[in-house]
């Protein structure tokens, strides 16, 4: 798979010297909570190859407008940059949801709507990720 990754480093790697400040990634997930008084939203996101497996995650949120229109249970995709001291997402994109109910529940989740879309196909660019310093 090609690698957009700026610089040298690869994943593998655990020092990257020639990391960049700022990093930006395409990430899918599905919305579980929306928290914009702390602009914040929980997302579980797929698995990142390599990284870590599908998670559920805090993510920040600079702009809350960012999270207009979202409902828990939504699958989205969004853009995360991510620095060495911080993380936030922003581009949130709710995908057609609608397909996703003919999947199966995963029993994880406490939602009623399926949650676990991550497979479905759909058109993505590539996504990358690699740090994991908006975790909370
Ligand atoms: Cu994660």
């Given at each position: 798979m090609q690698k957009k990754i700026s610089g040298t480093a690869t994943l593998a790697s655990s020092v990257a010297p020639t990391q960049p400040?700022?990093?930006v990634f395409q990430v899918k997930g599905a919305?579980?909570?929306?928290?914009?008084?702390?602009?914040?939203?929980?997302?579980?996101?797929?698995?990142i190859?390599?990284?870590?497996?599908?998670?559920?995650?805090s993510f920040d949120v600079r702009d809350t407008n960012e999270l207009a229109g979202l409902e828990a249970g939504d699958t989205v995709?969004?853009?995360?940059?991510v620095t060495h001291t911080d993380g936030w997402i922003d581009q949130v994109k709710r995908l057609n949801v609608s397909?996703?109910?003919?999947?199966?529940?995963?029993?994880?989740?406490?939602?009623?709507?399926?949650v676990e879309p991550l497979n479905i196909g759909d058109p993505l660019p590539e996504y990358h990720f690699t740090n994991?310093?908006?975790?909370?």
């Open positions: 400040t700022q990093q919305v579980m909570e929306l928290h914009p008084e702390e602009k914040t939203v929980r997302i579980k996101h797929e698995e190859p390599g990284y870590m497996k599908a998670m559920t995650m995709t969004f853009r995360m940059t397909r996703t109910n003919t999947l199966p529940t995963t029993g994880q989740f406490r939602f009623v709507r399926d994991h310093l908006a975790n909370r």
